[in-house]
């Protein structure tokens, strides 16, 4: 059974910066792609970044320049490095990860608040 586990959440002033980990239970060598997502209080869930195996990333427009997804292969873990936050960046954070013929698998979320 996997387990992904997020951690690094917290309240932030506008402008600050946070880094999110997820660690795996077992290699994540075995995931096709792993990712960030996030919702806000009455929206839907939205994906903000992902990384393949192979190391290539992704972003939503709204994080470029601003977050940096990254993956240790050695520690199972995935991180979401947040500099220049804002307050529209306020959202419960969902680390997921995708592995062919299996349904993907999801963190229980860990809560970023941006304010001053």
């Known amino acids: 059974q996997v387990q992904l586990v997020e951690s690094g959440g917290g309240l932030v002033q506008p402008g600050g910066s946070l880094r999110l980990s997820c660690a795996a239970s077992?290699?994540?060598?075995?995931?096709?792609?792993m990712g960030w997502y996030r919702q806000a209080p009455g929206k839907q869930r939205e994906l903000v970044a992902t990384?393949?195996?192979?190391?290539?990333?992704n972003y939503i427009d709204s994080v470029k320049g601003r977050f940096t997804i990254s993956r240790d292969n050695a520690n199972n873990t995935m991180y979401l490095q947040m500099n220049s936050l804002k307050p529209e960046d306020t959202a419960v954070y969902y680390c997921?990860?995708?592995?062919?013929?299996?349904?993907?698998?999801w963190g229980q979320g860990t809560q970023v608040t941006v304010s001053s």
């Open positions: 077992g290699s994540i060598f075995r995931f096709n792609a």
């Open positions: 990384i393949t195996s192979g190391g290539s990333t």
């Open positions: 997921n990860a995708q592995r062919a013929y299996y349904l993907p698998y």
